[in-house]
């Protein structure tokens, strides 16, 4: 009678243990799925800047901007491709096709003009400290082709800006930069099919002979269409290194990389990569399920050597 007293107080301690468990576990997943919706709902786009447009047809409200603004932004076009027959001169003077930078490699393409005093300084800027970050190389695993928008700048001035921007990487990849990153120079009609493509807009102001401009550089193919924009003066190296894996149709990057696709996915309202929030409530319903199940066995198992040994 005992013994039999005693295993129906185990049962009922298993039962509760179990039940214990079990609430717990719901607490998790709800817990999971709530932060996570909150994520999602905190990351939505709350708008884009009135000089970008990940979406060229879209009506646009008044902005605000300076008269010399209006024509100014950048319309996303994505999946666009490039002229590649565009003919311009590289930095050493030679008449040079745009195609003959793409066919194996994704590209990031920027466009700036070289005598700018600030704005596009900054987004050559932004690019070489992504460089120096990235495990990835310019010359390596991807090509850089950097074009002056000014029809008036020369190649000379092109050589300049490269040796200077290929002397800010560190000496490990100055190489491959020096073979793989490029600064081309070109005539008005080339220069405006090229930006045509691309949905760059900008404005020459004759009163302080410069440009006004939009900042950003994009990601292609290496067929040559346009696969990501990423907008600004600054480049987070992760969003450019899987800018550039999926560019590539994940020919580069490692299982790392693949398993951070799968949990970011590139926003085009944005230009940045942003957590896929499906795909990390699935992954954490898959964790917490497993968890139930294995914690169950551990705890039936655990009872069943109890009675065993009772017995």
Known sequence: MQKAEDRRRNSGVRRSRLQRLFFASCLLLTAHCTLLTAFAQFSQTQGNSPLYSSRPYEARAPSGLPKALTTVGIDQKLNEQLPL????????GRDVRLGDYFGKKPVVLSLVYYQCPMLCNQVLNGMVTAFKVMAFQPGQEFEVVTVSFDPRETASLAAAKKQTYVNYLPEAKRAGAAAGWHFLTGDEANIKR????????????????????ASAIYVTTPGGKLARYF???EYAPRDLRLGLIESAENKIGSPVDQLLLYCFHYDPATGKYGAAVMNLMRGAGVATV?????MLLVLRRRDRTRVAWQA
């Open 85 to 92: 027959d565009l003919v311009f001169k590289d930095e050493q």
């Open 231 to 233: 907008y600004g003066i």
């Open 194 to 213: 090229l930006t045509d493509a691309v949905g760059f807009r900008y404005h020459f102001d004759e009163a302080t002979n410069q440009f006004a401009h």
């Open 290 to 294: 497993l968890f139930i199940v294995g």
